[in-house]
């Protein structure tokens, strides 16, 4: 049977070169990739105050659900604990109403959320009562 014209035919060795070259280029990129973030790892390691994923985890934990939430709040506010210790106490007690009046909301919206899963569960209820008795 004859081969068009337009066809060219590759000998198997020369793709079975060409696919070991491209496989040795991934491992190459790879292997620099690799030694590129071994490298910036530990000067971020370096440049940490020594606390590891598992100790900040392990903190974050041991605190109180309201310390916790706090937290959050300072973090949203963009201030720490040691920024508010630094402050006037007239601006310390403004922050401290501020952080009370976002707890009371966020404990609002909390109660209301669990206001509506409950409300849910009676109609859930209520319809699966109105099925039963059809």
């Not at 501020?98 to 209301?112: C, H, S």
Request: proline share 4%; net charge negative; charged share 30%.
């Amino acid at each position: 049977m004859p081969i068009a014209d337009d066809v060219t035919v590759v000998p198997a060795t020369q793709q079975v070169s060409e696919a070991a070259r491209i496989n040795d280029n991934v491992d190459e990129a790879f292997a620099k990739t690799r030694v590129g973030r071994q490298a910036s790892d530990t000067s971020d390691a370096s440049k940490t105050t020594g606390t590891s994923a598992t100790d900040a985890f392990k903190n974050h934990m041991s605190k109180s659900p309201e310390q916790r939430l706090r937290d959050s709040i300072l973090q949203s506010m963009g201030i720490t604990e040691d920024d508010i210790k630094a402050m006037p106490p007239e601006r310390q007690l403004a922050i401290g109403k501020e952080i009370a009046e976002r707890l009371q909301d966020k404990m609002k919206l909390a109660q209301a959320e669990k206001d509506n899963v409950n409300d849910v569960k009676d109609s859930d209820k209520a319809a699966n009562k109105f099925l039963a008795a059809l």
